[in-house]
């Protein structure tokens, strides 16, 4: 157990519907970073927040959008769902918002289906 | 540019021998730490070693140990007296620099241990 908890598991919906995805980073981490793994994609980062402000940005869409809030959780909005995005999404936590040795820890992932 | 290569899709190993997992990376930075995480079937990613680029030995933690050779800019991972949990994707991931909040990972490899 890594610590970080993501919810929902598992999530089914339709095409153009919205969802929230959320997260718990581990206790003491400033961090969350956002994370997309589909077959034909790999692992993509999408999206860090440190402390509840934006750090960086990967190759997050503009219907995709994302917060860390004051209790440090943070929660990923998926709009204008398309099939394309049925994926795994991660959240991970880390310390530090950068540097060499700033490990990552993941959550178990939520499984979005979009049908 | 792909800054870290996985170049085994697939892995196989008998128990309770050893197998090594190949990973190279290209990175211009001098500072940097590499990392290792296993991700069985059931999705979440697992954190298991990490290595950074100025350590002079190299990382061993229980049965996974990284091969870190800076000058071929490589670091397998060397996972010791095999068992049939270890069957996973696993993937290799860099952090460059103090300044980068991203962490690159590799395509992954699929290892399945024979029993």
């Known amino acids: 157990d890594s610590g970080v908890t993501q919810t929902p598991k598992h999530l089914i919906t339709a095409t153009g519907q919205r969802v929230t995805l959320r997260c718990s980073p581990r206790?003491?981490?400033?961090?969350v970073y956002w994370y997309q793994q589909s077959l034909d994609q790999g692992l993509q980062f999408l999206i860090q927040?440190?402390?509840?402000?934006?750090?960086a940005k990967g190759n997050i869409l503009e219907r995709f959008s994302a917060q860390q809030f004051p209790d440090l959780h943070s929660e990923l909005n998926l709009s204008s769902l398309e099939l394309g995005d049925s994926a795994l999404y991660f959240c991970?936590?880390?310390?530090?918002?950068?540097?060499?040795?700033?490990?990552?820890?993941f959550g178990e992932g939520s499984w979005l289906t979009v049908v | 540019a792909q800054k870290i290569t996985q170049t085994q899709p697939g892995m196989f190993v008998q128990e309770k021998e050893a197998v090594t997992l190949d990973c190279t990376y290209d990175?211009?930075?001098?500072?940097?730490?590499l990392f290792w995480y296993k991700q069985p079937s059931s999705g979440e990613m697992i954190f298991l070693i990490y290595?950074?680029?100025?350590?002079?030995q190299n990382a061993t933690e229980g049965r996974y140990s990284l091969n870190f050779q800076k000058a071929r800019k490589s670091a397998n991972l060397v996972i010791s007296a095999s068992q049939l949990g270890d069957s996973a994707m696993y993937f290799c991931?860099?952090?460059?620099?103090?300044?980068?909040?991203?962490?690159?990972f590799g395509a992954g490899t699929r290892l399945t241990v024979k029993p």
């Open positions: 290595q950074g680029s100025y350590d002079e």
């Open positions: 990175t211009s930075d001098q500072s940097y730490g």
């Open positions: 991970a936590s880390s310390i530090r918002d950068r540097g060499p040795g700033n490990t990552i820890y």
């Open positions: 991931a860099m952090r460059e620099g103090f300044n980068n909040n991203d962490m690159r």
């Open positions: 206790s003491g981490d400033l961090s």
């Open positions: 927040y440190y402390n509840g402000e934006e750090r």
